[in-house]
């Protein structure tokens, strides 16, 4: 059973910073590692993803330049380091995996849908 953990959600006042963990578990096949948001009352939209071998990243606008991801293989743990943290970051950060390769592109791995296995979120909140 594939399985995913985040961790380093907490509370930052606004330009702080916060590293992001997701460790994959029960997985024998990852092609890609996604980190998706979500506010209150607002739709999920993506964050950041990157292919598992090929280091490839990917960005929303919204956070390119500030948010980082980057990835352990070894460890199959993914991570966001998050600077210059604003208050409109505040969400639940979830993490997410693809494990078929069905696409590719910008459009392919910014979409929710790409993902087949999702972990339970962590909590980010900025404080103005």
């Known amino acids: 059973q594939v399985q995913l953990l985040e961790s380093g959600g907490g509370f930052v006042v606004t330009g702080g910073s916060l590293r992001l963990s997701c460790a994959v578990s029960?997985?024998?096949?990852?092609?890609?590692m996604a980190w998706f948001r979500q506010a209150p009352e607002q739709e999920r939209e993506f964050v950041a993803a990157i292919r598992w071998n090929f280091d490839h990243p990917y960005y929303a606008d919204s956070v390119k330049d500030r948010f980082t991801i980057s990835k352990d293989n070894a460890r199959n743990t993914v991570y966001l380091q998050m600077n210059r943290l604003k208050p409109e970051d505040t969400a639940k950060y979830y993490c997410?995996?693809?494990?078929?390769?069905?696409?590719?592109?910008?459009?392919?791995?910014?979409?929710?849908?790409?993902?087949?296995?999702w972990g339970q979120g962590t909590q980010v909140t900025v404080s103005s």
């Open positions: 029960g997985s024998s096949s990852i092609n890609a």
């Open positions: 997410a995996s693809d494990s078929i390769s069905m696409g590719f592109g910008d459009s392919y791995y910014s979409d929710a849908t790409t993902y087949d296995y």
